[in-house]
């Protein structure tokens, strides 16, 4: 088997064998090269203690000496050259206590978690594989290095890691390292909320979102996201629907694109149907103010994981309006792009679409027939440049001061006022027209300017 590895990693791979010194790529870059995927690092490992590493290249960083790794740069571009290692013990779930520097490439191998990141490979002597990950990329399966649960003991983000790959991949996971997962589930609780949000989100946004129902079956969602839990056990019994919550969820995400913030919308988008349900006297279920509702438990979840401002906000917004509906004319659908706010209101088609797409067919054509209607409103909308906020009118604050109008909420109101008649009527937003006294009295309610 023949790897491209780039010119750079090549030089630090030579320039270390040049030394007399062993040296491969390994782990992530390994398994992509051989999946026929772009990798996103090169990773090198090596006998060279940090010390010799460091002596043969002219730039360095210790970007994590204390575990035998040390970052070279070639250029502008990094690589990390880690000395095996022994792995001491791990007492906080996640990082080892100390490490042993060892000669045995294979004893670096045997410490990593899963079987298709444990191979190596260089030019001279090939691909090292003494764990059989070929024979597992074959098989398409996720499974543990040697002993899942000991895997596990030792880092527990592992147990998102293998839910991430199976997504990501496509894969199936190994029984025995399932049942590991089972096992030790409840660890995660160990590990940070950044390094939690960050592999949901590589689950997410994978091409096999739904795997997030495996992450249920063995217990994860149930540490790190219960609410999703009470989702997948609440039905549903509404002609709209033909799931649960849970199931319709996971049926959106796979018909929505591969965004993060679309993703984490459709995630969290019912996430308070369970505390929202009535039924009433003919057994049917409802779920009255839901989406206000899943605003404010998404934005409590999206804190509690760490997420930054931005995604949280858009992400709640488009929670808090995914169940918002009008007659798909022009005036209703400026109206909307105004309320939404117009960056999120281009992504609400594709979030109804996939709403739509999760539920029953009763009345699909027609459900679908309306977003279709709103998108090519909007699209024209758009297209002709109507004003849509109180920035794109034709005046200003200082106009109307300009006329010995004080400064103070009355501007304030007599914009929005204008605002209001723009988006009913595009064509007034001129400044003639905003500015004649008539008009101008009728946006000061009646008062006399």
């Given amino acids: 088997m023949k790897i491209n590895i780039p010119e750079k990693a090549k030089l630090v791979l030579n320039t270390i064998h040049d030394a007399g010194y062993e040296a491969y790529v390994v ?28 002596a043969l290249f002219k730039r360095t960083i210790d970007t994590g000496i204390q575990h035998g790794t040390v970052t070279v740069m070639i250029g502008k571009e990094g690589f990390e050259v880690t000395t095996y290692r022994i792995d001491g013990e791990y007492r906080d779930g996640r990082h080892p206590e100390n490490v042993t520097y060892t000669g045995n490439l294979i004893q670096d191998l045997e410490r990593r978690d899963f079987t298709i990141n444990a191979m190596a490979y260089n030019d001279k002597e090939g691909l090292i594989d003494a764990f059989e990950g070929m024979h597992d990329i074959r098989e398409r399966v996720i499974r543990c290095v040697g002993d899942p649960e000991k895997r596990f003991d030792e880092d527990a983000l592992r147990i998102m890691r293998a839910i991430r790959f199976s997504a990501q991949l496509d894969y199936d996971i190994e029984e ?83 965004d993060k913030v679309l993703r984490l919308t459709m995630l969290f988008h019912d996430i308070s149907k369970p505390e929202k349900l009535t039924t009433d006297e003919k057994g049917i279920n409802h779920f009255h103010g839901h989406a206000e509702r899943g605003s404010e438990v998404t934005k409590k979840i999206l804190r509690r994981l760490k997420f930054d401002r931005n995604t949280m906000d858009r992400v709640c917004n488009l929670i808090y309006y995914h169940d918002y509906r009008y007659e798909a004319t022009p005036v209703n659908v400026r109206k909307a792009i105004y309320k939404i706010g117009k960056d999120d209101f281009k992504l609400m088609p594709e979030v109804n679409r996939a709403d739509i797409l999760g539920q029953s067919l009763y009345k699909r054509d ?84």
Avoid at 32 to 50: H, K, Q, V
Avoid at 185 to 208: C, F, G, W, Y
Avoid at 373 to 398: A, H, P, T
Wanted: charged content about 30%; aromatic content about 4%; glycine content about 6%.
């Fill in 27 to 54: 782990g992530g870059c390994v398994r992509d090269s051989i999946l026929g995927r772009e990798p996103e690092d090169w990773d090198i490992t090596t006998n060279a203690r940090p010390e010799e590493v460091k």
């Fill in 176 to 258: 025995n390292t399932k049942k590991a997962i089972v096992q030790k589930a409840p660890d995660l609780k160990k590990i940070s909320a950044e390094r939690i949000q960050t592999e949901l989100v590589k689950l997410l946004v994978s091409n096999h979102p739904e795997k997030i129902e495996e992450a249920y079956r063995v217990g994860i969602t149930n540490v790190i996201l219960p609410e999703f839990d009470r989702c997948m056990e609440t039905e549903q019994k509404n002609p709209h629907h033909m799931y649960t919550v849970g199931m319709h969820t996971i049926e959106t995400l796979k018909n929505v694109r591969n």
């Fill in 366 to 449: 027609e459900k679908l027939e309306w977003v279709d209607n709103v998108e090519k409103i909007y699209e024209q909308i758009i297209e002709n440049g109507d004003c849509l906020s109180i920035k794109e009118l034709s005046v200003n604050g200082k106009d109307l001061m300009d006329l010995g109008i004080s400064p103070g909420q009355q501007i304030g109101e007599i914009l929005k006022a204008m605002l209001m008649d723009v988006l009913k009527n595009p064509e007034h937003n001129t400044k003639e027209y905003l500015l004649e006294k008539g008009n101008l009295n009728n946006y000061a309610g009646g008062k006399v300017i």
